[in-house]
């Protein structure tokens, strides 16, 4: 038994599951990381002998019989089965198990080390992301993204933009927020709200390039009873009243009708709403919040918007700038949606460093957006744990790696991959039915993305809705 209460406090205190056998195969010594991991108390342990393991069937080899036989160092993965006695359901781990010998050169103890797969896979990511900002960065400052929040904001600018958001959330005055499609204008918005005195009230987001122009201004202000053919019977609230008390969020406001944005003023401006088809003007509070992904002022000069109404809506103005202005959000971002996706399917990724460069070069023409849909990509159609950019070419946006994405001639793509990716696919065990489904996955949900509808999806892909909707159940899509 260690005795040294110094040395126990240490390894009680390192992530990493550590024990200690005798020369027999009892444990002598376990830490709380690795009591932990097998759900075992530290008492059990202490009488327990490691080739238990074996006639309980929770492993099917032991590491240390290996050790003690060949008297050398030995590194292997391991997979523990789930048992009745002590259900923690299936896991691989690595063990890394090491001889102490006696003066005579016999195996007198065996200390190892045991890690979780998935906590590799953490600690990998990690190393990657320090080492990438280290190289990116002058100064590699401490890595303090947000990542249980609403925003990353690990670059000055985006630190910036959080920073006003913050401070202007709990005033009463308009927000225009502009910048490029993909951005994250939304996501400001809604921190905003919820930094606000308002949060407990709802945030209504509505998108003026959403809706045919017919619906707008009904879906705006509402409308009553018999106000146009197929009007609800009894009326409908627009999104001002929904927003009573709370905050209004027009996204894409350059796109608004001229017509409407004449009512759009008089709405901000006397805080009192008209629905379709009424007399009556409803009393209304609300705190407005803007979008644009154009510059507004070069509208105004083209006459395709207001002057009047861009000047009363650009009170404060908050600018988010595209991803290739703030690469420092990046690799955070990149991580964050990698511990997402790879969540929501059950997967074990993680991108090379080499990839992550790469990553960091491409200029996002469509932001946030297009970072999001290619971790997804890359996590669900990639084969292997480490996401590697030769092995990502063919389903990566356009300029990431060569070989280009999908397009006319998909069927030479999948027809003539490179010689050493069916070499990888091979070696990683990858069936013919696994790689054919990850195909049939990522197509039919290009498809559905592009053509929004079901029935559109199974036209463009030659099918029937009927097969689109079974795939759609059997993906989770």
């Given at each position: 038994?260690?005795?040294?209460?110094?040395f126990?406090?240490?390894?009680d205190?390192i992530q990493n599951?550590?024990y200690v056998?005798?020369?027999?195969?009892?444990?002598?010594f376990?830490?709380?990381a690795?009591?932990?991991?097998?759900?075992?108390?530290?008492?059990?342990l202490l009488?327990?002998?490691?080739?238990?393991?074996?006639?309980?069937?929770?492993?099917?080899?032991?590491?240390?019989?290996?050790v003690?036989?060949?008297?050398?160092r030995?590194v292997?993965?391991q997979?523990?089965?789930?048992?009745?006695q002590?259900?923690?359901g299936?896991?691989?781990?690595l063990?890394i198990s090491t001889?102490?010998?006696?003066?005579?050169?016999?195996v007198k103890n065996?200390?190892a080390?045991?890690?979780?797969?998935?906590?590799?896979n953490?600690d990998?990511?990690?190393?990657s992301m320090?080492?990438?900002?280290?190289?990116?960065s002058?100064k590699?400052d401490?890595?303090?993204?947000?990542?249980?929040?609403?925003?990353?904001a690990?670059s000055?600018?985006m630190?910036?933009v959080?920073?006003l958001?913050?401070n202007?959330?709990?005033a009463?005055s308009t927000?225009l927020?502009s910048g490029?499609s993909?951005?994250?204008?939304?996501?400001?918005?809604q921190?905003?709200?919820a930094?606000?005195?308002?949060s407990?009230?709802?945030l209504v987001v509505?998108?003026c390039?959403?809706?045919?122009?017919?619906?707008?201004?009904a879906?705006?202000?509402?409308?009553?009873k018999?106000?146009?053919?197929?009007?609800a019977?009894g009326?409908k609230?627009?999104?001002?009243?929904?927003?009573d008390?709370?905050?209004?969020f027009?996204?894409?406001?350059?796109s608004?009708?001229l017509?409407?944005?004449?009512?759009?003023?008089?709405?901000?401006?006397?805080?009192?709403?008209?629905?379709?088809?009424s007399?009556?003007?409803r009393?209304?509070?609300?705190?407005?919040?803007v979008a644009?992904n154009?510059r507004?002022?070069?509208?105004?000069?083209?006459?395709?918007?207001?002057?009047?109404l861009?000047y009363?809506?650009?009170?404060?103005?908050i600018?988010?700038?595209?991803?290739r202005?703030?690469?420092?959000?990046?690799?955070?971002?990149t991580?964050h949606?990698?511990?997402?996706?790879?969540k929501k399917?059950?997967?074990?990724k993680?991108?090379?460093?080499?990839?992550?460069?790469?990553?960091?070069e491409?200029?996002?023409?469509?932001n946030?957006?297009?970072?999001?849909?290619?971790v997804?990509?890359s996590?669900?159609?990639s084969?292997?744990?480490?996401i590697?950019?030769q092995?990502?070419?063919?389903?990566?946006?356009?300029?990431?790696?060569?070989g280009?994405?999908?397009?006319?001639?998909?069927?030479?793509?999948i027809?003539?991959?490179?010689?050493?990716?069916?070499?990888?696919?091979?070696?990683?065990?990858?069936?013919?039915?696994?790689?054919?489904?990850?195909c049939e996955?990522?197509?039919?949900?290009?498809?559905?993305?592009t053509?929004?509808?079901?029935?559109?999806?199974?036209q463009a892909l030659?099918?029937s809705?009927?097969s689109i909707m079974?795939?759609?159940?059997?993906f989770?899509l």
């Amino acid at each position: 038994m260690i005795e040294n209460a110094f040395f126990e406090s240490i390894l009680d205190n390192i992530q990493n599951a550590v024990y200690v056998l005798d020369d027999k195969g009892n444990y002598v010594f376990v830490n709380s990381a690795y009591v932990q991991m097998l759900n075992m108390s530290k008492s059990e342990l202490l009488n327990f002998n490691v080739k238990q393991f074996v006639e309980t069937n929770q492993i099917n080899i032991s590491v240390s019989d290996i050790v003690y036989r060949e008297r050398r160092r030995v590194v292997m993965f391991q997979d523990v089965y789930d048992t009745q006695q002590y259900g923690r359901g299936n896991f691989r781990h690595l063990i890394i198990s090491t001889p102490i010998f006696d003066e005579r050169g016999e195996v007198k103890n065996i200390v190892a080390v045991s890690r979780p797969l998935d906590s590799i896979n953490d600690d990998y990511n990690e190393a990657s992301m320090n080492s990438i900002v280290a190289k990116f960065s002058k100064k590699a400052d401490s890595l303090s993204a947000l990542w249980d929040s609403s925003i990353i904001a690990e670059s000055p600018a985006m630190r910036k933009v959080l920073e006003l958001a913050t401070n202007i959330a709990d005033a009463e005055s308009t927000v225009l927020i502009s910048g490029e499609s993909g951005t994250g204008k939304e996501v400001v918005a809604q921190y905003i709200h919820a930094q606000s005195e308002r949060s407990e009230k709802p945030l209504v987001v509505i998108n003026c390039a959403s809706l045919p122009e017919t619906l707008l201004e009904a879906e705006l202000f509402g409308y009553e009873k018999g106000a146009f053919t197929g009007a609800a019977s009894g009326g409908k609230p627009g999104l001002f009243e929904c927003a009573d008390g709370g905050t209004l969020f027009l996204d894409e406001i350059n796109s608004l009708p001229l017509d409407l944005q004449g009512k759009l003023l008089r709405a901000i401006e006397t805080k009192m709403v008209q629905r379709v088809g009424s007399t009556k003007s409803r009393q209304i509070d609300f705190r407005l919040l803007v979008a644009t992904n154009e510059r507004l002022d070069t509208l105004v000069a083209e006459r395709r918007f207001r002057i009047d109404l861009y000047y009363r809506i650009n009170v404060i103005h908050i600018r988010i700038p595209p991803l290739r202005e703030r690469q420092e959000d990046i690799i955070p971002m990149t991580m964050h949606f990698m511990k997402i996706y790879c969540k929501k399917n059950n997967k074990h990724k993680t991108f090379s460093e080499q990839t992550l460069e790469s990553m960091l070069e491409y200029p996002w023409p469509g932001n946030v957006r297009e970072l999001k849909n290619f971790v997804e990509r890359s996590v669900v159609m990639s084969f292997g744990e480490i996401i590697e950019a030769q092995n990502i070419q063919a389903i990566t946006a356009d300029g990431i790696t060569t070989g280009g994405s999908y397009g006319v001639d998909d069927h030479v793509l999948i027809k003539d991959k490179p010689q050493y990716i069916y070499e990888h696919m091979l070696n990683s065990g990858i069936s013919l039915e696994q790689y054919l489904e990850e195909c049939e996955y990522a197509y039919v949900k290009y498809a559905l993305q592009t053509h929004k509808t079901s029935y559109a999806a199974a036209q463009a892909l030659g099918t029937s809705q009927t097969s689109i909707m079974r795939r759609k159940k059997k993906f989770g899509l």
